[in-house]
């Protein structure tokens, strides 16, 4: 199984970008897909995570200016990133949750937010 994130970079503060996770070697449509980020001297946090369902949660931080959302058909999980703050500056990854023991990642991408 393998996960591709693109659609990081460097933007100015209140601007949005794009993330996308491309996933190949399963499908995904029936597993919970989330995006998480980890700052510099910081811990891997939870930003926010859709099930299969289609039941999303979003960590306090991002609530009302991201948006997780994912096409099954595309085997494809996005992350729409409005009203970028500096604090949003991270690495971030998406992981497949394949069940509590079994998680696939990303290798990650650079989402950098200048003041």
């Known amino acids: 199984v393998q996960l591709v994130e693109s659609g990081g970079g460097l933007v100015q503060a209140g601007r949005s970008l794009r993330l996308s996770c491309v996933v190949s070697?399963?499908?995904?449509?029936?597993?919970?897909m989330g995006w998480y980020r980890q700052a510099p001297g910081e811990q891997r946090e939870l930003v926010a995570a859709?099930?299969?369902?289609?039941?999303?949660n979003y960590a306090d931080s991002v609530k009302g200016r991201f948006t997780i959302s994912r096409d099954n058909a595309k085997n494809t999980m996005y992350l729409q990133m409005n009203s970028l703050k500096p604090d949003d500056t991270a690495v971030y990854y998406c992981?497949?949750?394949?069940?509590?023991?079994?998680?696939?990642w990303g290798q990650g991408t650079q989402v950098t937010v200048s003041s």
């Open positions: 992981n497949l949750r394949i069940a509590s023991f079994i998680n696939y």
């Open positions: 859709i099930t299969g369902g289609g039941s999303t």
């Open positions: 070697g399963s499908t995904i449509s029936i597993y919970v």
